[in-house]
Structure formats: structure tokens, C-alpha cells
């Protein structure tokens, strides 16, 4: 079955730069759309970007172009969330999803705070 462990959150502070992972399985990687979700207390989970299977499209949500970079190791099955410049409003617990499947991780919690 899919399996997806995310990693890499923690404090970081306004201005600061995390990186988060995803180890994925249970599916042919390298053939399926990737995506990071995020949700905030209180609030809705949210799409923040997604990446093609072949890494060659990218998309992400306004509030995080120029700041946040998608990326993926199709040898490893991973993928990854370059998170610069973070804001207090990036706070929530980051989640990778594959499209297609309905399969969530545990999610990992980035606090963004002075």
C-alpha cells in the first residue's frame, strides 16, 4: 500500500529556510504527480505545490512563489520542500501526497516563530 513518511520540520525563525523530505512507497514513484499540502490550526488543509513525474511541470500556490522550491529524486523515491524566507503564516504541519491516491502521511510540523 502507499506509504509516505515526512521529515525535516521544526523551529525556524521569520526569514528562515527549512527543508522537508518524503520517503515514499508502495507505488511506482517516478510514474505519479507529487504534491505538498499544508494545514494550519484552525484552518483547511491546503495545496502548496505540486511536481509532474518527471520533475518538468511545477506549480505552487501565490502565497509561497519565490520562496519555496519542490523537488524529487526519482532513484530514491523521495521528494522535497525548500522552504526559504519562511513567515509566521507558513506554521502548520506539511504533508506529501501523491496524486491519484488517497493516502496521507503523519504529516511533520513547522513552527515558524521569533
Not at 526569514?15 to 517516478?30: D, H, K, M, V
Not at 491546503?46 to 522550491?69: C, M, P, W
Request: with cysteine.
Amino acid at each position: 500500500q502507499v506509504q509516505l513518511e515526512e521529515s525535516g520540520g521544526g523551529l525556524a525563525q521569520p526569514g528562515g529556510s527549512l527543508r522537508l523530505s518524503c520517503a515514499a512507497s508502495g507505488f511506482t514513484f517516478r510514474f505519479y504527480w507529487m504534491n505538498w499540502y499544508r494545514q494550519a490550526p484552525g484552518k483547511e488543509r491546503e495545496l502548496v505545490a505540486s511536481i509532474s513525474n518527471t520533475g518538468t511541470i511545477i506549480n505552487y500556490q501565490d502565497s509561497v512563489k519565490g520562496r519555496f522550491g519542490i523537488s524529487r529524486d526519482n532513484a530514491k523515491d523521495m521528494l522535497y520542500l525548500q522552504m526559504n524566507n519562511l513567515k509566521p503564516e507558513d506554521t502548520a504541519v506539511y504533508f506529501c501526497k501523491v496524486s491519484d491516491f488517497e493516502s496521507w502521511g503523519q504529516g511533520t510540523q513547522v513552527t515558524v516563530s521569533s
